[in-house]
């Protein structure tokens, strides 16, 4: 048995998210039906991240155990022709066989989009998060230094998530604007539940001038989530990479 | 009689160009109908650009005349309550009588966009042209230099067309390059049937090493458009700007 890592990107318009569910489309269950047709085993395959329904990847990491004997760098290419256009399997290789993307992984690294126009956009509309408000860059940027560290951050988490430890280190949360466009890039050695939506969020009502930047420490000691700022929406959410 | 001078957003995957056409829809179609909706009025909406189907604009400009008595900025947003998701008005105003989209423009700004990396993309896949082979950065930005002044470009214009003269002046050209998409950004003072599109397909020839940058000059000055390179696909070029 042969132990498959696949680098996935999708647009997560059209999916209920990576995870299977009953009655709707999950990009887990397309991925194992394109494998199934490829080598007709129906392989469990473990995916990083749970992304939910809308949220988009470049690197999804994911993994499975095959008899088949297609090389390993071949699947990509197989798995891409069979796969809808909207899910793309970047790179495949072989792992070791104790590796287990979702245990194994060291990192992860986040961007979330921001459309800072008055009026909606057309190209960006399932891309990104719309804020029509004027955004002060200088604050947001000033409150994203504030989660850079080691910190308990149970206000940053979905409240209905279960996890043995809500301490997290985020390594990196930097802003770039161009355009209409703020992208906020998030990197660290794991996430809680929608905690790149809430700080994203938090980071939107700082821009605003709803919430101080200098409040930010404040709300991640005080482990409140109502705290902090709403989950800013699915779709301006990507994951980038996940290091092993 | 006012005349309404529109600045449009559009996605152009789901539409067959900007023009009006038989037996397929087109964003004036579409634009033209939200004006019916709104006013009663059965407009003729001028565009400043024929974009063909599949392309994309972040500023195509339009005008039309009307009797309605709603304010001209407000026209933006009462149009884009009735506008599909996929093409977004983004601003409104009023201007002279005079004013024609088409004719008073003095200049544009487009940008075509290459995503360069193995595997094709599945956030992008309507978005770029994909070109798997690696394409070298600074071979393409000798060549978009040759571009710049006033030359005729013949060469550079789809065989079927037919103006007056085929001297154009571009004042810009330049690339940006960010992960796996090549950025091309180009301005000037108007621009023939396809042109920006061979101009990218002829940056990607010399990219691949095909077409040495230092033949471009020659190509413009022979009038020859098999000497240029392909017209690269519709889905890689946005009409970023209309100036008057």
Request: hydrophobic share 40%.
């Amino acid at each position: 048995m042969r132990n498959i890592k696949l680098i996935i990107e999708y647009d997560g318009t059209s999916y209920h998210g990576w995870q299977s569910q009953i009655n709707a489309v999950a990009i887990q269950d397309v991925v194992k039906e394109a494998i199934k047709r490829l080598t007709g085993e129906a392989v469990d395959l473990t995916g990083s991240s749970r992304t939910d329904a809308g949220v988009h990847a470049y690197g999804q990491t994911a993994n499975f155990f095959t008899e088949s004997a297609i090389p390993a760098d071949k699947f990509s290419r197989a798995l891409n022709s069979i796969l809808p256009e909207d899910i793309v399997i970047r790179e495949s290789c072989e792992a070791s066989r104790d590796f287990h993307s979702r245990y194994a992984a060291k990192g992860k690294r986040y961007r979330y989009i921001v459309y800072n126009s008055p009026s909606r956009s057309a190209l960006m509309r399932n891309r990104a998060f719309h804020v029509p408000q004027r955004l002060d860059m200088e604050l947001m940027e000033k409150a994203a230094g504030h989660f850079i560290g080691k910190h308990n951050f149970s206000a940053f988490r979905a409240s209905d998530s279960s996890v043995t430890t809500t301490i997290r280190t985020i390594t990196h949360a930097c802003l770039i604007k161009r355009e209409e466009i703020i992208e906020f890039n998030i990197e660290g050695d794991g996430f809680l539940y929608n905690m790149v939506r809430i700080i994203s969020g938090t980071l939107v009502e700082v821009g605003m001038g709803r919430v101080l930047h200098s409040d930010i420490p404040g709300i991640i000691e005080s482990g409140d989530r109502r705290r902090a700022g709403r989950t800013a929406p699915p779709q301006g959410l990507y994951l980038m990479k996940v290091f092993y």
